[in-house]
Each structure stands twice: as C-alpha cells, then as structure tokens.
C-alpha cells in the first residue's frame, strides 16, 4: 500500500503510524507542520469559532451524557440551551436534556436525582473552564417522543 501511494502525484510524503502502539506520530505532526502552508487565520481575535457560545455548552453537556450514561441513552438524546444570562458574578444557564422515552428520562435523572446531579457537577465544572467564569447550571429533561423523526423539531434542535 505504502508503495502505491507513494506513485500517486499528490502524495508528499508516506508515514506509516501506528495509533495503538504510539509509533510514527512524532514524525507525522513534524511532516504536516513542515508541509502545511501558512495562511489567514479563519477567524478575527480571540474567536475560535463562528458557532455561537451556547452551542459549546450544549456540546459538553452532551460529551457528560456519553460520559455517563453509555450505550443507548447519548444516542437518543440532545441538548437546548433555554437560557444563558451573564451576570455580574456569575452566568446563569438553563438547558434542556430533550429524550424520547419516559424510561430514558427516569435513567437520565438517576434514583433520587443522582445520575443528573453528577451530570450538572462534572458539566459545570468543563462550562466554568470554557467561559472562565462562575457558573450557576441548571438542567431539565423533558420527553419529547420520537423527536428523532419529527422533521420540525430537528430543525428546531439545530439538526
């Protein structure tokens, strides 16, 4: 393989790595440095994206649930962020954990509220760390059946 893609015309440099093993890597991020053009930067100051900041504390949310809930759930769940309030402290955020299933809310919450307890914990502590600043989360789960086939409400969830 290494060989035909070394024939190719667009081919620079042919590195083989291994992920698993850790071999190769130094050598590929020194290639694509070398080999990398420099340009414009995409975006103006510090902005490190043209997504609105909302949509980054609906996706680490989101990385919690994986985190924490496993196979089924992440998969059949998303997050709207209602509210989102700079105050002079603090930000005050307000989401929405949107699932299909009565059941799927009754995982998410947890008995006694534990599991969406330690999901607001470890959510808020990333959140605080993005925005540097304090932050005060507060999350809900509502259950919005089949949500993943309804064409409005995708849209709706940014889909």
């Given at each position: 393989a290494?060989?035909?893609?070394?024939?190719?015309?667009?081919?620079?440099q042919?590195?083989v790595?291994?992920?698993?093993?850790?071999?190769?890597?130094?050598?590929?991020?020194?290639?694509?440095?070398?080999?990398?053009?420099?340009?414009?930067?995409?975006?103006e100051?510090?902005?490190?994206?043209d997504?609105p900041?909302?949509?980054?504390?609906?996706?680490?949310?989101?990385?919690?649930?994986?985190?924490?809930?496993?196979?089924?759930?992440?998969?059949?769940?998303t997050?709207?962020?209602?509210?989102?309030?700079?105050k002079?402290?603090l930000?005050?955020?307000?989401?929405?954990?949107?699932?299909q299933r009565?059941?799927?809310?009754?995982?998410?919450?947890?008995?006694?509220?534990?599991m969406?307890?330690?999901?607001?914990?470890l959510?808020?502590?990333?959140?605080?760390?993005?925005?540097d600043?304090?932050v005060?989360?507060?999350?809900f789960?509502?259950?919005?059946?089949?949500w993943?086939?309804?064409?409005?409400?995708l849209?709706?969830?940014?889909?």
């Amino acid at each position: 393989a290494t060989n035909f893609f070394k024939e190719q015309p667009y081919c620079k440099q042919v590195i083989v790595i291994s992920a698993l093993k850790k071999k190769g890597i130094d050598k590929l991020l020194a290639v694509i440095i070398e080999l990398l053009p420099e340009g414009a930067p995409f975006y103006e100051g510090d902005n490190i994206s043209d997504l609105p900041t909302k949509f980054f504390v609906s996706e680490l949310i989101r990385e919690k649930i994986f985190l924490l809930y496993g196979e089924e759930i992440p998969y059949h769940a998303t997050v709207l962020v209602q509210e989102f309030k700079e105050k002079t402290t603090l930000i005050k955020i307000s989401a929405d954990i949107i699932v299909q299933r009565e059941t799927q809310k009754g995982i998410i919450l947890g008995e006694g509220g534990k599991m969406i307890k330690q999901l607001g914990t470890l959510a808020r502590k990333d959140i605080e760390e993005f925005l540097d600043s304090k932050v005060f989360l507060e999350l809900f789960v509502k259950v919005r059946p089949k949500w993943r086939d309804n064409e409005m409400q995708l849209k709706e969830y940014g889909y």
